[in-house]
């Protein structure tokens, strides 16, 4: 039936003035409300008011203005039923054929500093989510915008044939119950959040796309990278890339894996990993010094790994870099010397992060995983320990160096696949055993990564020993300290055996399994 009405009010008003006068140029009457309605006439595009349509003023500081039978009778009518279209000419209503709404800037509010609940709640759209669905329910004779990237599509189809594809209408109604479902779930989240009840009876989310990927964990499959809303700087899906071709799936979760771990550290660190597991963390007086240890944990591993660092890198550290293959460095910025260093490989990707922040300012608080059929949700593990909290449990205590040496452990092993073992020594890993069906095989092949370097160093465990044999393994190396839950029946055969060996040992009460 060709557009002849359009119906127009937006919050995001980007490219609507051009986009109105050629569809005023193309013979489409415009109807407008509030703030659209006096830039259009201000900008000379021919509009009519919504009260001039409806025949009632827009009233409660414009709350009610388009929720009226002139607007959604307009919208919802089929117009090849021949009731409906004998009603709208009884009643003396006309089609509306083109809805373009984007809706109040809810998020843009709520992610304002400080902003009250009063503010937030008045920025909850209710008119044009409404229309929008309206219009997206009745798209086969009714085309919607809620994106300014589509305006040049409508406008394209409207010159050459006086409307649009039914296709080009099913996508735009597509796309309007997305944006919808997005606004509603932000909204929910929120006043989910405000009263307290962050797992209610029904959980929705809502992601933005940043990116296609070429592919996702394997080749065969399919994948996308999506923010959350309102997420700050410090993550990935903020992250500058400064050099490099595009991230991959599994770059994505080892940078991610990386990031996660050097935020942990209050000292200059670095962090390499490889397949989502840390293969050498290191701190230090400078990032020099924090990356030659994590370097030197797993010379090995490290090479075509993903390296994190919480501080700039600055050219020392950009030559030790370029010395060997890395998939990606991340850090809050890199110098001049040090970019002008490192894009000479073709290959590295280089993120700049801005401001990291702490472990325990991560974006979400809640971490959903998919499962076949439905997901879980969890609380993200941001626990963290002094020294204040520990509990020695050995006739000896450990030393100042041992206990550095144990908190430096621990963080790290709390990123570790379960089951896992860390062994630290020096400010950095000397050992890490990841992803291990029981907790012997992951110790030994932390004690046999780090042979010699196992002689003093501190061993952290994720969760505690099921029974000694994990400690008469550890002295057998050289282990003098241990960090463990502690928890188990046969807590007192572990502390026996150490005991025994002279190893100071202490539990934290806390787990933290990896899966």
């Known amino acids: 039936?060709?557009?002849?009405?359009?119906?127009?009010?937006?919050?995001?008003?980007?490219?609507?003035?051009?986009?109105?006068?050629?569809?005023?140029?193309?013979?489409?009457?415009?109807?407008?409300?509030?703030?659209?309605?006096?830039?259009?006439?201000?900008?000379?595009?021919?509009?009519?008011?919504?009260?001039?349509?409806?025949?009632?003023?827009?009233?409660?500081?414009?709350?009610?203005?388009?929720?009226?039978p002139a607007v959604h009778s307009g919208l919802l009518a089929v117009r090849d039923n021949a009731e409906h279209q004998q009603q709208m000419k009884d009643l003396g209503l006309d089609y509306i054929d083109l809805v373009v709404v984007n809706l109040y800037p809810f998020q843009e509010t709520i992610a304002k500093p400080g902003v009250s609940y009063e503010d937030a709640i008045e920025n909850i759209d209710i008119g044009g989510p409404t229309m929008?669905?309206?219009?997206?329910?009745?798209?086969?004779?009714?085309?919607?915008?809620?994106?300014?990237a589509d305006y040049e599509q409508v406008l394209a189809e409207v010159r050459e044939s006086g409307d649009t594809t039914l296709e080009t209408r099913k996508q735009l109604a597509a796309k309007v119950f997305r944006h919808t479902a997005a606004y509603d779930a932000l909204i929910s989240d929120y006043l989910s959040n405000v009263n307290g009840d962050p797992l209610p009876e029904r959980y929705t989310v809502t992601y933005e796309k940043i990116q296609d990927l070429r592919y996702g964990e394997n080749?065969?499959?399919?994948?996308?990278?999506?923010?959350k809303p309102l997420a700050p700087n410090g993550t990935l899906t903020t992250a500058e890339q400064l050099h490099g071709k595009e991230l991959s799936y599994n770059n994505i979760n080892d940078a991610n894996a990386a990031l996660q771990i050097v935020k942990e550290f209050d000292a200059p660190a670095v962090v390499a990993v490889k397949h989502m597991n840390p293969c050498g963390v290191g701190t230090g007086e400078n990032i020099y010094e924090a990356y030659m240890k994590a370097?030197?944990?797993?010379?090995?591993?490290?090479?075509?790994?993903?390296?994190?660092?919480?501080?700039?890198?600055?050219?020392?550290?950009?030559?030790?870099?370029?010395?060997?293959?890395?998939?990606?460095?991340?850090?809050?910025?890199?110098?001049?010397?040090?970019?002008?260093?490192?894009?000479k490989k073709k290959n590295i990707r280089l993120l700049k992060m801005g401001e990291l922040g702490s472990?325990?300012?991560?974006?979400?608080?809640?971490?959903?995983?998919?499962?076949?059929?439905?997901?879980?949700?969890?609380?993200?593990?941001?626990?963290?320990?002094?020294?204040?909290?520990?509990?020695?449990?050995?006739?000896?205590?450990p030393s100042a160096e041992e206990m550095k040496q144990l908190l430096f452990g621990w963080k790290v092993v709390k990123h570790v696949k379960s089951n896992a073992i860390v062994l630290a020594a020096d400010d950095m890993t000397v050992g890490v055993g990841a992803g291990q069906m029981n907790r012997v095989g992951a110790a030994k092949i932390a004690l046999e990564q780090a042979g010699d370097k196992a002689k003093g160093a501190a061993l952290a465990s994720d969760a505690f020993?099921?029974?000694?044999?994990?400690?008469?393994?550890?002295?057998?190396?050289g282990i003098t300290a241990i960090i463990q839950p502690g928890g188990s029946i046969k807590d007192e055969e572990s502390i026996k055996a150490a005991n025994e060996h002279g190893i100071a040992m202490v539990f934290t009460g806390v787990r933290h399994f990896k899966h």
């Open 1 to 68: 039936m060709g557009i002849k009405r359009a119906l127009v009010s937006v919050s995001d008003k980007t490219g609507i003035v051009d986009f109105c006068r050629e569809l005023s140029n193309l013979g489409v009457e415009i109807i407008s409300t509030g703030g659209t309605s006096s830039l259009l006439s201000n900008e000379g595009v021919p509009v009519i008011g919504i009260s001039d349509v409806t025949g009632f003023p827009e009233i409660m500081d414009g709350r009610v203005k388009t929720l009226h």
């Open 132 to 148: 929008l669905r309206s219009a997206a329910k009745n798209h086969a004779f009714v085309s919607v915008v809620v994106d300014a």
């Open 219 to 227: 080749p065969h499959q399919q994948a996308a990278f999506y923010r």
């Open 295 to 343: 370097y030197n944990a797993d010379p090995t591993s490290i090479f075509g790994g993903i390296v994190a660092a919480n501080r700039t890198i600055d050219s020392d550290t950009a030559v030790k870099l370029s010395e060997i293959f890395l998939e990606i460095v991340l850090a809050p910025d890199f110098t001049p010397e040090a970019l002008e260093i490192l894009t």
């Open 359 to 397: 472990a325990k300012e991560r974006t979400s608080q809640f971490v959903v995983t998919s499962i076949d059929g439905g997901m879980v949700v969890q609380q993200s593990d941001i626990h963290s320990i002094d020294e204040g909290d520990l509990q020695v449990v050995t006739d000896r205590a």
């Open 465 to 477: 020993f099921p029974m000694g044999d994990t400690v008469e393994l550890a002295a057998k190396h």
